[in-house]
């Protein structure tokens, strides 16, 4: 039997007639297009359902003169799937069969039998979601991942930069060509822009070298910090012409003022990168500017360098791995050592390509964290406007496993500084990837500066021996200690080129710290696996609860959704667990294209409870919160365990500490509704003003399959399904088989039987406390099911007729109970693309034979 060959078509699949001459291209469609990630899956093309199940592909029939003839009831007509590029444009939900809708559980929806034979053309094409009818149903949830269309959002190119300025009330957005003021509290309102292009002669000198000129030719701004009270200090690519400029921006935000002089610019090497590709990180400290960034046009030369101030330029050693080796910077912070301005150390976050590495395995990424002191001015013989304080360490994020096995997570992909009481001991809030193939991840870990400072405190790494091994160095350590900070500490040094030449040549050698930078915890804060996204960007909030403080997290990913973490104590407020709040799908984002969008959630948090976040191609503002999301009674308020919200005795809604009001309810660290809430107030259905439990009616098709959706708004409860045959019996557990199968959004009644119907209740279980949250109603199951619509009318050669049209019964299908020709559509709008499933069937009718074929293209 030959393969079926595939390839993308207009969201669905469509499979080439080569591999079956004779026989007509046919369609076939898969609600779970995300699911398949390996071959060996089956599209079925029933009457009633399409569903991906592990099977053999059955033999064709052989080909047959004209159009393909099957029996009139085919159990099964499949096409064995191999896996051919997933599709870039348009995936349809197999409830409504709009686009863009997120695939549920494998399901299907079939016409409605009793539509109307007069519909006119128009109205068919504008009421045909109307018109479906689950006859394999489900029932529409808010799923996992809560499609969230934010209030404010823009669309353009690269919103990479970022600036929040409170006191001028603007947020400043460096993108393509493009800088951008845009109003805090609204950034869907007409903002100011300047228009910031490379020069012409730029980019042609861009194109000459290799680059497209319409994607990477361009000026893309990586760099945005505040300079001073009126300015901004910007950076971006200028064409491979990397290239700087301060923006007057006013001192308030009544102040119409936004723009850049072209003329005033300056060389922007060693602050942006070349390449709009890579990646840069870059802090101002008062007049300097510190940033990690390839300074050459192939992006070979990386380097941590000082500019701008009057204190001379200083980067790292060139060219020597043990330094830096091909590193990527993610972030970089300054933090006072002291209440002495001279001890401030500036810490780069990046990874790189570890020289501690073994040999014969290749190369592997390790996470590491660089410091350096503010006051450094180079060596004055060795490492003369180098960097004489440079250290670094591996931070480690990992998983401890038996025997030390433990599963790290190296890919550093970003940090959250987030701010304390004491400023010298702020929280560091990291998130990490796999860089395996086999097992993918993503994680948060937790550092404290106690621990960061003890690691660069403890013994250098030394390579020594006949193999050249990577050793904890036990000789004699120069004074004073390299990595320390030339101030009062040290009165006989004023400067780093007082240092002795024992002390530089000690520091030019052993940049690497031997002991690693240990989590809080010693394991990850939060971690996801083989989930099908990674983790990009966080932002952290300390938010004041009933019962104390809490760090929200709020965690970006490569799919445009948002998770939404908090941090509670386990047993101690020194043992900490997570829950995941909230998953908020932001950005749509195509899944499984070649060069997929990628997307940052940026680290910017505001006091009137915003997030910001930006992606390649849109900026979005949404609340922090959402408390009504969580249900509308006391019960489900507290299950939600969310820091920003409270019942208030009528609603869950936003919680504002300090205030008088005393019948606020929450309880972030046990979420105990048995405790917080009064018996009416526990569940909907208790209190007679509002609606009781959702009902819902469901119809099935004997040997079939149906789908029992349900839920929870909370991500840690349980669902429990219990049965009962009618409203008088006792109702039982239902059991879990092979036949009956649990899946994340419901649970999966195969092969369905007359005795399945009935009464079936969902319940949500969590903390001890029950609660019911949908009850289906199955009726008993038909026998069979007919075919669905065929979208136009096809004439064959001969006597043969192709009819499109609706049916129930299969059975009653002779003489002149044919097809229904209810929709005579010649062509079909130019931009609307049919799903293939309200179309798997026609019917062929010759002298009252009826006979369904698969649909085909004359």
Known sequence: MPEYQGWQHEGYWQWDRRAFPGHPVWH???????????????????????????????????????????????????????PPPAPARTRFCPHCWLPAHPAPACTACCLHPCLPAALPPHAFWTCLPALLHPQVGTLRGTGRTRQVRPPRQLHSCCYEALLLDEERGRLFVGAQNHLLSLALDDISQRGRKIYWPAPVEWREECNWAGKDITAECMNFVKILHPYNRTHLYACGTGAFHPVCAFIEAGQHAEEPVFKLDPHHTEDGKGKSPYDPRHTAASVLVGEELYSGVATDLMGRDFTIFRSLGRRPSIRTEQHDSRWLNEPKFVAVFLVPESEDPDDDKIYFFFRETAVERQQGLGKTSFARIGQICRNDMGGQRSLVNKWTTFLKARLVCAVPGPDGADTHFDELRDVFLLQTRDKRNPLI??????????????????????????????????????????????????????????????????????????????????PLMYNPVLPHGQRPLFLQATVPYTFTRIAVDRVTAADGHYDVLFIGTDVGTVLKVVSVPKESWHRMEPLLLEELQIFQVRIRVPHPTTWACSALLFPQHQLYAGSTTALAQLPLHRCGAYGKACAECCLARDPYCAWDGNNCTRYVPNTKRRFRRQDVRNGDPNVLCSEGELEPSRNPRRDTVPQKQLYGVEGSTVFLECIPKSLQAHILWTYQRTLNDPQREVQMDERVVRTERGVLLRSVQRSDAGLYLCHATEHGFTQPLLRLSLDEPQEVLGAAWCPRAWTHSGTQTWKGGMFGNTGELRGDRTCRDIAKVDEFPPDFQLPVLLAPLCFLEDENQISPVLIGSN
């Open 429 to 510: 809030y990291a998130i990490f990837s796999t860089s395996s193939s086999v097992f993918q991840g993503s994680a948060v870990c937790v550092y404290t500066m106690a621990d960061i400072r003890r690691a660069f405190l403890g013994p250098f790494a030394h390579k020594e021996g006949p193999n050249y091994q990577w050793v904890s160095y036990q000789g004699r350590v120069p004074y004073p200690r390299p990595g320390m900070c030339p101030s009062k500490t040290f009165g006989t040094f004023g400067s780093t080129k007082d240092f002795p030449d024992e002390v530089i040549q000690f520091a030019r050698h052993h």
């Open 28 to 82: 076939s469609f898969c609600p779970l297009l995300a699911c398949l990630h390996g071959s060996g899956f089956l599209l079925n093309s029933l009457p009633a359902c399409a569903s991906c199940l592990p099977a053999p592909a059955p033999d064709l029939p052989a080909p047959a003169a004209g159009p393909p003839a099957f029996p009139a009831s085919p159990p099964v007509l499949a096409a064995y799937w191999h």
